[in-house]
């Protein structure tokens, strides 16, 4: 029995190898090898299914990351870290659901509270799904610990900036800059919400500038209208085209002979 668990952990583990190597197609011919075996245990097998799950998750071959990681959660359901990876395997696919992945990291999150990505990855999921007062609580929350972690960092900033919470994005990111005064990814995010404050800025300046004349209770007198004369000697409105000369088209007839008279 020990030798069968033995060579069935080492299997995991070097697939596990294969996969941080980049050598994808050997570390999940590996796996399954492991998985057609009729003796594999519950847990085994859940174990499996999941590092299955992971390599098809790093390959972006989503549906069956998915099925894997489902297979994975039947046979052992209170594993966080399976919920999060099935999580990112809706968030990352291009025709998955922010929703599904809220849920499956929100699942992540209850199982193990104290865990910041599982917090952080949830409240940008949550945002992403329309639901921006639980996610910006959730993204707060992880941002305790995000000038530790920079993929964690990024992940908090671009939930918030989504969110419309640029000023909470910059007070993390000046603390981060503190923390990691030498590092390019912060200035990569400092440099981004920069620009979305700024972008914001001048958005909200424009609407202010447009919205003057519209809020103004005085006729707005625009500068390509005249006004004409009438002979009395007073101003009346053009009913609709003016009335001057100016006003009417030239004929186009002499264009027109000047075409085709050959």
């Known amino acids: 029995m020990s030798r069968r668990l ?4 080492s299997g995991l583990a070097i697939a596990r190898s294969l996969a941080r190597k980049g050598r ?20 085994e097998a859940a174990d499996a ?18 099925r894997h990681l489902r297979s994975s959660l039947t046979l052992e359901q209170g594993h966080a870290r399976t ?36 917090r952080a990855a949830f409240g940008r999921a949550a945002v992403r ?34 969110a419309g919470k640029v000023q909470d994005a910059q007070r993390i ?11 390019g990814e912060v200035r990569r995010l400092w440099e981004r919400v920069r620009y979305e404050s700024a972008r914001r800025g001048q958005r909200r300046a424009s609407s202010t500038q447009d919205a003057g004349p519209a809020m103004d209770g005085a006729v707005q007198l625009l500068p390509f ?4 004369r009438s002979t009395a000697g ?7 085209v003016r009335l001057d000369v100016a006003s009417f088209p030239r004929p186009h007839r002499p264009h027109l002979r000047s075409r085709f008279d050959c």
């Open 6 to 9: 033995a060579l069935i952990d």
């Open 24 to 43: 994808q197609t050997d570390a999940l011919a590996q796996t399954l090898r492991l998985l057609n075996r009729p003796d594999l245990s519950v847990m």
């Open 49 to 66: 299914h999941r590092v299955a799950g992971e390599i098809y998750l790093d390959s972006e071959r989503f549906g069956k990351a998915r």
């Open 83 to 118: 919920h999060f990876l099935l999580g990112l395997a809706f968030e990352r696919d291009p025709h998955g659901c922010d929703h599904r992945a809220a849920c499956r990291f929100r699942a992540a999150s209850k199982l193990v509270p104290d865990n910041a990505a599982y």
């Open 129 to 162: 799904s329309d639901r921006l007062k639980r996610g910006v609580r959730e993204l707060l929350a992880a941002a305790e610990s995000a000038h530790k972690d920079l993929a964690l960092l990024e992940v908090v900033v671009e939930g918030l900036l989504e």
């Open 173 to 183: 990111i000046v603390k981060a800059r503190f923390s990691c005064p030498g590092s």
């Open 225 to 228: 209208l005249r006004v004409v």
């Open 234 to 240: 007073g101003t009346t409105p053009a009913p609709g």
